[in-house]
C-alpha cells in the first residue's frame, strides 16, 4: 500500500526501478550513489535524511501471538546457494576499442554483450548482481524464520510476512476481500466534508494517496524533527508525462491500466472507461501545480515553506491542517512545512469542485493498484503490466519470493537487516572500510586546502564542514524496536496494513522531538551508500561492501577505485550544489561569498555542459542540470580516492597485476562499477526522472576531466578521454 511514511532512499549512489511516489523529497538531496528506491515510495521527505528510523514507537498493546518463552532462532548461510559476484577480470577487457576514445566500451562492452537483462529486470549489472545476492541472503534467512514455530520479535516479523506472502493459495482465494472497508467507505463519500474526513482517517492508518506527510529535520534547526507536507498523488513518474507529446502513449496506456483494474474490482467497463478518463483528468490538475523532477533535485529550498497551521488553514481552507494533525494523533506545532503550496491549495479547490463521484473513481483506482502486489495474481499481474512491461520494458514479472522479500524491506527493512548482519558481514570488513574512510577524509581535506578558487573565509567553512562529518559503516548501532507490531500467518495484505498503520504512527511520533542520530535512512541489505546533509553523515550499508565496491582481500588500487572512489562520492555530496547549501552543523544557510558562489556556478555550469552533451539514444540527451548534484559528486569522489590511493602507496612499488599498472586498475575498477544495461523503456523513465546519468556516461564523465586518466592510459590530445583547456571541469 502506499504510505506518507515510506522510507526513502537519501541522496544515493544509483537508482533503480521506482513506481510513481506522491512525493520524492530525497534522493536530491541525501547523496546516494545510486538511490535504490523502494518500489512504493511515497514520501521522500528526506532531502536532510530518509524518513527515517530507529525511535521507538508510540505505546501499543504488544502483540497477543507473542509467546512467553521464544524459541532461540539460529541462522546459518549457504553460501554456495548465492549468485556471484561481479569483478573486474583482464579478460573483460575489449582490447578491439581504445580506453581513450571509449572507455566505458573498453572495460565494459564484452561484459554486458555476454551478460543480458534477465527477464524479470529492466536493468542489469553491479548494482543489480549484488541485489540478487543479497536477496540471495535474505531468502534463507525468511525460510528459516518461517520455519520456525514459537518465535517472537524479529524471527516471527520476518516469519511470518514470508509464510503470508508465500501462500499464493490463500492470496488468491481472498481476491479483492481484504480492501472491503476501505472500498465500502469510499463508496459512501457523497459529499466534500466526507471526503475531506476520509483522507484524514486513511492517512492516520499510512494510507495516504494523495500527498506525502511526514517527519524531518528542521532546515533551520537540525537537531529537531518537523513536519513536512509534500506534492504527490499522481499515477506517472513526473509531471511532464501527462504534457509532453513524446510520452502520450504513456499517459493513454496509463488511462488503459486505470479502466482495467476498475474492471477487474468491478466496475462495468463501460463505466470503468469512463471513470478512467476523470481519474486521468484529476491527475492532470495535480500534475499542473505539481514541480518536475528536475526542478525538485536543482533547488532543495522548495521543500521548506515554514508556516503556521493557522496561516496553512488560510490557504486551504477545505483542508485545515490544524484538524489534519489533530487527527494524525500529532499536537499541532507552531509551525511545519508547507512544500510546494501551490499543490496544496489546488487540493483545497478541488474538494469543492470536483464531484464526488470523480473523488471516489480517484480513490478507489489508487487504493486497489497500490494493493495490487498483495493481492490476487489478476491485480499483481496487471499492476506489472503496465508498470513493469509498459513503463519500463521489463519482459517477466519476479518470482513471488523476490517479491515478498520486496515487501519485507519496505515494510520491515531493518528488521531483515539484524538477522542479515549476523551471516554476511565479517568483522574485518567494517575495521578496513574504517581505515578507507579515514584515508579518503584526509585527501578530501588536502584538496580543500589547496582550492585556488575558493577564499579562505569560504576555505574556512568548508574545513569546519569536512570536520564534522559522521560515517557510518555496516547497520546501526542500535536497532528499530518493533514492539507493537502485530503480525499473523494469514493475511498478507493484513500483514502490509498493519505494517503501513504501525510505521506511520511511529513516524508521528517523531514530530516535534530531537533528531535521533543514530538513525539510518536505508537497511544494511540495501547494496548503495548515502549522503545525509542534516545530520552530515556518511552512510555504507552493509551489503555495498562486496566487489566491485569492496574487497578486503583485493589490492588498495582496486579498493580505492571502487568503495573509495564511492566514499569520496558521498563526501563530495556536502559540496555539490545542494549539499553544500546545508553548513557544518547541517542547518540550511549560506557560508559562501558571493563571488565563490560565482565561481562555483560557473565551474558547475560546464559540467552541466558536458553531460548535457552526452548522447542516450535517438534524440535523447542526458540532462545536465538534472543530473548534475551526481556528477559533481563523481568528479569529486573519484579525484579524492585517487589522491588518497597515492598517499596509502606512496613510497611503495607498482608491481603491475596482469599487465596492469596501479593507476590502471583504479581507473578499470571505477568503470567496472558502472556497467549496467538497461531496456530502452527504462532508460526513458531514467532521462526524465533519475538524477543520475545512465551508468555508461558515469563511467567516462569524471575520469575524462583528469589528468591521471590521460597519463595512465597515454591519452593524447583530441581523445574523448582527455578533456582539456574550457573544456576540463575542475571543482573539488
Known sequence: MTSGTRRAQPQCLQCTQRVPSAASLVSILTGAIAVNAPKTLLLSLSIAAALSACQKPADKPASANVPVKPEAVPYTLDEAKLPPVNRFLPADLDTSKSACTDFSGYVNGKWL?????????????????????????QRQLAEQAAAKTNTSGVDKLIGDFWASGMDAAKINAQGLTPLKPQLDAIAGLDSQAKIADYLRASAAKGENILFGFGPEADFKDSTMNIAYAAQGGLGLPDRGYYFDKDKADKLAAYQAHVAKVLALSGVPAADAATQAKDVVAFETRLAKVSKSSEEMSRDVSLFYNPISPADADKLTPNFPWTKFFESQGVAVPKMFSLAIPAFHQEVSKMLADVPAAQWQSYLRFHTI????????????????????????????????????????????????????????????????????????????????????????????????????????????????????????RDSYIGNVLAANAFNYQWAMGKIGKPVDKTEWGMSPQTVNAYYNPSQNEIVFPAAILQPPFFDPKADDATNFGGIGAVIGHEMTHGYDDQGSRFGPTGNFENWWTSEDAKGFGGRTDKLIAQFSGYLAGPGQHVNGKLTLGENIADLGGINTAYDAMLKATEGKPDPKTDGLTRDQRFFLNWGTVWRRNFTPQELNVRLTTDPHAPANFRAIGAPSNMPAFAQAFGCKAGDPMMRSGDQQVVIW
Not at 554483450?113 to 541472503?137: C, K, Y
Not at 582550492?451 to 569560504?458: E, K
Request: a neutral charge.
Open 113 to 137: 554483450a555476454a551478460n543480458t537483462i534477465p527477464g524479470d529486470r529492466s536493468s542489469w549489472g553491479a548494482f543489480e548482481m549484488l541485489d540478487e545476492r543479497s536477496q540471495g541472503v
Open 369 to 488: 493498484d497500490s494493493a495490487a502486489p498483495y493481492l490476487s495474481d489478476d491485480f499483481a499481474n496487471e499492476r506489472f503490466d503496465f508498470y513493469g512491461k509498459t513503463l519500463r520494458g521489463q519482459k517477466e514479472m519476479k518470482e513471488r519470493g523476490k517479491r515478498v522479500l520486496g515487501t519485507i524491506e519496505e515494510e520491515a527493512g531493518e528488521a531483515m537487516g539484524q538477522l542479515y548482519v549476523k551471516v554476511a558481514f565479517p568483522a574485518e570488513s567494517k575495521a578496513r572500510m574504517e581505515q578507507l574512510v579515514k584515508h579518503l577524509s584526509d585527501a578530501l581535506k588536502v584538496r580543500i586546502e589547496h582550492l585556488t578558487w575558493m577564499s579562505d573565509a569560504t576555505k574556512k567553512k568548508a574545513l569546519d564542514k569536512w570536520a564534522s562529518f559522521t560515517p557510518k559503516i555496516g547497520y546501526p548501532d542500535k536497532w528499530r524496536s518493533w514492539e507493537g507490531l502485530a503480525t499473523q
